[in-house]
């Protein structure tokens, strides 16, 4: 509502967070979000009251919600005014919450991945020997400077020809 307390909750919330809907009717988000992080989320709350930013997704925005168990569980937020039965805005606000722990991790994977590649990148740019990567039809993903001056080509002139061309 306009004074920030929780008047509905999906059922969808005890799958996400643990809480019962009726557990969080009455709180305000305030208390269910990181105290470290509510200033950055007041911004934008207080910015959509004032008409100073407009409703929408904030998916680059991610903030944290604690569930039932204590934990501080990673989120994206939706906001659109709440309209009444005369489509004018009541003063509260919708707020549509996106859990996006798998996708953190899933994130911090492939940065792991890309260090690796980096790494192996490094590595084979500083060997003495001819080194390559293909894919399984042996067309040149990447060489490395030695392979080019062993054969005699650019590097860009062997990425994405066949070995068996060279």
């Known amino acids: ?3 920030g307390v929780i008047q509905w909750v999906s059922p969808s919330v005890r799958r996400v967070l643990g809480w019962a809907p009726v557990d969080l009717i009455g709180q305000t988000f305030q208390q269910i979000s990181d105290p470290d992080e509510w200033a950055g989320y007041d911004v934008v709350r207080s910015g959509i009251y004032h008409g100073d930013l407009s409703p929408g997704g904030h998916d680059d925005v991610v903030f944290h919600v604690r569930a039932r168990d204590g934990r501080w569980v990673p989120v994206t937020s939706y906001l659109a005014r709440d309209l ?3 489509g004018n805005w009541n003063g509260g606000l919708l ?3 996106r ?3 798998e996708l953190r991790r899933e994130q911090q994977i492939a940065e792991q991945e890309r260090a690796k590649a980096t790494r192996l990148a490094l590595s084979m ?3 003495a020997i001819g080194m390559a990567i293909t894919d399984l039809a042996g067309v ?3 060489v490395n400077p030695a392979l080019t001056k062993m054969l005699g080509y650019r590097q860009e002139e062997l990425v ?3 070995l068996r061309d060279v």
């Open 1 to 3: 509502d306009a004074a």
């Open 84 to 86: 009444d039965a005369d």
């Open 95 to 97: 707020v549509g919450l």
């Open 99 to 101: 859990d996006v722990s």
């Open 125 to 127: 740019d500083r060997a």
């Open 140 to 142: 040149f993903e990447y």
């Open 160 to 162: 994405g020809r066949a």
